[in-house]
């Protein structure tokens, strides 16, 4: 028997519920604390960060490509746990969302470009187990965004139709990706704005 009654909730997770897990900003950041040419870092990274997105490299095989491709005054250790400090949760959604999920008929599950450690940390950190049914990460699935592949896969594994689900990203062509495939599909701009639709498709916790 079809099932017509099944919610899901699809969210993005680096600039909706976290801070992006190693962004330009955090990348400049790190070019001024440990004197490096951010040129040349951004260019390296570039170069190479969506292979390790999709799972085909180590975060140490990204590092000796990006910065201990020559001598460093630092060390591995010191540069991963500030990588890692980078990751903070943005304000409201995602304490509100653990709290609502528990009250209401949605299952959860992210779609979400994270390389291999840093997703790991911060499902860990944040507790993301307590939001999160399940995680469609690129890192694990070896598709990444903006490729459609990495939806269809996500709308199999909740094994509901597009016209079920719900999608957030603060990425506007992450959001049309989505709606081309029939989801509904929100740009997120604010806590504030997305709780309020979360409210009135799903109720109020």
């Given amino acids: 028997m079809e099932h017509t009654d099944i919610k899901i909730l699809f969210f993005d997770i680096g600039g909706v519920l976290l801070t992006n897990g190693w962004g330009h900003e955090s990348r400049k950041l790190a070019a001024k604390q440990f004197d490096l040419d951010y040129d040349e870092v951004n260019t390296l990274h570039n170069y190479i960060f969506n292979v390790y997105e999709i799972g085909k490299i180590s975060l140490d095989e990204y590092l000796d490509t990006v910065i201990f491709n020559k001598p460093r005054e630092f060390t591995r250790e010191d540069f991963r746990e500030f990588m890692f400090s980078q990751s903070k ?3 409201g959604l995602l304490s509100w ?3 609502w999920k528990k009250n209401c008929d949605f299952r959860i599950i992210s779609i979400n470009n994270e390389g291999k450690e840093l997703n790991s940390y911060r499902v860990k950190k944040f507790k993301l187990h307590e939001c999160f049914d399940a995680f469609v990460s690129s890192c694990d699935v070896g598709i990444r965004k903006p490729d459609p592949n990495i939806f269809k896969l996500a709308l ?5 139709r597009p016209e079920q689900c719900y999608y957030f990203d603060d990425r506007i062509f992450q ?3 989505a709606a081309q495939l029939g ?3 929100f740009h997120h701009t604010s806590f504030e704005q997305t709780k309020s639709i979360l409210e009135e498709i799903g109720g109020k916790a």
Avoid: W
């Fill in 89 to 91: 949760e943005l304000p």
């Fill in 97 to 99: 969302l653990k709290a």
């Fill in 156 to 160: 199999g594994i909740a094994q509901a």
């Fill in 175 to 177: 959001v049309g990706t």
């Fill in 183 to 185: 989801i509904h599909a």
